[in-house]
């Protein structure tokens, strides 16, 4: 066994343990779609009734989606639903796709997450101290909106590394590889309309 194997195989369960971190924050950050159609309908019905509305509760509906968004998205990473060109990536070999993944995130994502985080922590931190208000009345505080950007790109750069470290490790064959047998969503979509359509 060489010394990069070596080196996987100690950093696999720090990996497991991003993972299992992330899954368990995916999972409950994402009940907050719900919650921001309930905020949005509530809304909706007040302000068609009553003749009233606020922006704050408006306000809402966006945090609520960029907390999902970009809290969610490491999750989305993990689950290899990340948006990329499926039909021409299923058409190379496995060598092949499994080099494209380390070098996107590697050279890519990787560096993209630093740069986010470093151009987003001075963007929250003068929010901050200025106690920036939103613009319109009666609207929610802009600051903790703005911690979002910085906090979100900062899970995605663990999640990363840790995609990171599995990836090469399928690819040194220390471990199987956990999206093998994954059917994405489109290609199940589109086996469902054959389907459908051979039925008729």
């Not at 059917?183 to 039925?199: G, R, T």
Request: with cysteine; glycine share 4%; proline share 4%.
């Amino acid at each position: 066994m060489g010394a990069l194997d070596a080196v996987l195989k100690a950093l696999l369960p720090t990996s497991r343990a991003i993972d299992a971190m992330t899954t368990w924050m995916g999972k409950r950050l994402a009940w907050l779609i719900m919650l921001a159609v309930i905020v949005s309908a509530t809304n909706a019905i007040i302000r068609k009734t009553l003749d009233t509305s606020s922006n704050s509760w408006l306000e809402l509906q966006w945090v609520l989606f960029s907390i999902v968004f970009l809290l969610c998205s490491p999750w989305t990473l993990l689950a290899n639903e990340h948006i990329r060109i499926d039909i021409i990536n299923q058409m190379l070999p496995k060598r092949v796709r499994n080099s494209i993944d380390v070098i996107g995130h590697a050279f890519f994502l990787l560096p993209f997450t630093v740069v986010m985080i470093i151009t987003g922590v001075p963007f929250f931190y003068r929010s901050f101290l200025l106690n920036e208000q939103s613009g319109n009345a009666g609207g929610l505080p802009q600051w903790p909106a703005k911690s979002l950007v910085m906090i979100g790109f900062t899970f995605l750069l663990i999640q990363c590394i840790s995609e990171l470290i599995k990836r090469i490790a399928v690819m040194r064959n220390l471990i199987p590889d956990p999206h093998e047998n994954q059917v994405h969503a489109l290609e199940a979509e589109v086996e469902h309309i054959v389907e459908a359509i051979e039925k008729r």
